[in-house]
């Protein structure tokens, strides 16, 4: 039984964790921290875990965590590079979730990211927690850099594409829409439901930190930088991410339809919608899966790559599990083989 403890137990992502591992058949879920709410129980505070998870919160403290075999890091940014190389040393493997570890260039980490990288050293050994792409390293790794949410939708929906040289990497436009958990539990006036409801909106259309994230992964599928475009959006759901992709192409509608299929044929999480499709969010909801569904607009040079994640699940805690089932050598699906919500 793989002893799993997680820090920041208390956000969304945390809290998406506990629910899905609650009843992984091969973990068992022993330190779970919060410093707000250190000695109270678990199923105290989110009463849907009653007689799944039998844990008290407790400080984020090394010694306690030591004793696990794997820690998720669920919290803010620039707190799993204070504790991750103590835990490394101690023999036990990390899945951060968290931004700390996902740019290879620190110096543009720190730009984005408004703060000074504590464990720079570690930033190179950390592989990047994208299966579809790193499935192998993964397998071997003892520090994951899981992607972002945005990350996550954008790269499996451009990367067949880029990879087999079918589209003006020059010219990428990224237009996504996310429900209002991705920003996270912290009380904060802008993802009020009673201020986002009835509304919908861009952000930080000047500039994203999720940009780098994204240019960097698609430009190693590339083989040199891309330009990219990407503009976040809010919208009034609480989960879900929806992102349409365009490119210029000239390749026929058919035959990047067989290359999607084709290249996510074995991928137990990325399903392929037939030709014509339009993807919900509502399809993926709760669920591990990333649905792509390709268009190609009056027959034109435009490719449109619609792809839609739970944010939460795919997003996070979903792709986090996924990532440490391979770590230790389970099969993928082991405790992820759960069917969207609907409605």
């Given at each position: 039984?793989?002893?799993?403890?997680?820090?920041?137990?208390?956000?969304?992502?945390?809290?998406?964790?506990?629910?899905?591992?609650?009843?992984?058949?091969?973990?068992?879920?022993?330190?779970?921290?919060?410093?707000?709410?250190?000695?109270?129980?678990?199923?105290?505070?989110?009463?849907?875990?009653?007689?799944?998870?039998?844990?008290?919160?407790?400080?984020?403290?090394?010694?306690?965590?030591?004793?696990?075999?794997?820690?998720?890091?669920?919290?803010?940014?620039?707190?799993?590079?204070?504790?991750?190389?103590?835990?490394?040393?101690?023999?036990?493997?990390?899945?951060?979730?968290?931004?700390?570890?996902?740019?290879?260039?620190?110096?543009?980490?720190?730009?984005?990211?408004?703060?000074?990288?504590?464990?720079?050293?570690?930033?190179?050994?950390?592989?990047?927690?994208?299966?579809?792409?790193?499935?192998?390293?993964?397998?071997?790794?003892?520090?994951?850099?899981?992607?972002?949410?945005?990350?996550?939708?954008?790269?499996?929906?451009?990367?067949?594409?880029?990879?087999?040289?079918?589209?003006?990497?020059?010219?990428?436009?990224?237009?996504?829409?996310?429900?209002?958990?991705?920003?996270?539990?912290?009380?904060?006036?802008?993802?009020?439901?009673?201020?986002?409801?009835?509304?919908?909106?861009?952000?930080?259309?000047?500039?994203?930190?999720?940009?780098?994230?994204?240019?960097?992964?698609?430009?190693?599928?590339?083989?040199?930088?891309?330009?990219?475009?990407?503009?976040?959006?809010?919208?009034?759901?609480?989960?879900?991410?929806?992102?349409?992709?365009?490119?210029?192409?000239?390749?026929?509608?058919?035959?990047?339809?067989?290359?999607?299929?084709?290249?996510?044929?074995?991928?137990?999480?990325?399903?392929?919608?037939?030709?014509?499709?339009?993807?919900?969010?509502?399809?993926?909801?709760?669920?591990?899966?990333?649905?792509?569904?390709?268009?190609?607009?009056?027959g034109g040079k435009t490719i449109v790559v619609?792809?839609?994640?739970?944010?939460?699940?795919?997003?996070?805690?979903?792709?986090?599990?996924?990532?440490?089932?391979?770590?230790?050598?389970?099969?993928?699906?082991?405790?992820?083989?759960?069917?969207?919500?609907?409605?």
């Amino acid at each position: 039984m793989i002893r799993a403890g997680i820090v920041g137990g208390t956000g969304y992502t945390g809290v998406e964790l506990l629910r899905i591992l609650a009843l992984h058949p091969d973990v068992e879920v022993t330190v779970v921290t919060s410093r707000a709410d250190a000695g109270i129980r678990v199923d105290a505070l989110y009463p849907s875990l009653r007689g799944h998870i039998d844990a008290v919160f407790s400080l984020p403290e090394v010694e306690n965590l030591s004793e696990c075999d794997v820690v998720f890091f669920a919290t803010p940014n620039g707190t799993a590079m204070l504790m991750a190389e103590a835990l490394l040393a101690r023999g036990v493997k990390v899945i951060d979730l968290s931004a700390d570890f996902r740019l290879k260039d620190v110096k543009v980490w720190e730009k984005w990211y408004g703060m000074t990288h504590s464990s720079p050293d570690l930033v190179a050994e950390a592989v990047y927690g994208l299966p579809e792409v790193n499935r192998e390293a993964i397998k071997k790794a003892t520090l994951i850099a899981c992607p972002g949410c945005y990350p996550t939708t954008v790269q499996l929906g451009f990367l067949p594409l880029i990879e087999h040289g079918l589209i003006d990497v020059d010219h990428l436009i990224a237009d996504v829409k996310s429900g209002v958990s991705g920003a996270g539990r912290k009380a904060e006036l802008a993802t009020l439901m009673s201020e986002t409801g009835e509304s919908f909106k861009a952000y930080a259309a000047s500039g994203h930190r999720h940009l780098p994230e994204i240019a960097q992964g698609l430009g190693l599928a590339a083989g040199k930088a891309v330009g990219l475009t990407f503009v976040p959006h809010l919208t009034p759901m609480i989960r879900g991410i929806h992102a349409t992709l365009y490119g210029r192409s000239t390749a026929d509608l058919s035959v990047v339809q067989d290359l999607y299929e084709s290249k996510y044929a074995d991928e137990p999480f990325v399903d392929v919608l037939p030709q014509a499709s339009h993807p919900d969010t509502r399809n993926v909801r709760g669920s591990n899966v990333c649905q792509l569904a390709i268009h190609q607009p009056q027959g034109g040079k435009t490719i449109v790559v619609l792809s839609v994640i739970d944010n939460l699940v795919k997003g996070a805690a979903g792709q986090a599990i996924q990532a440490m089932n391979l770590m230790f050598g389970l099969e993928e699906k082991q405790g992820l083989a759960v069917i969207a919500l609907y409605p």
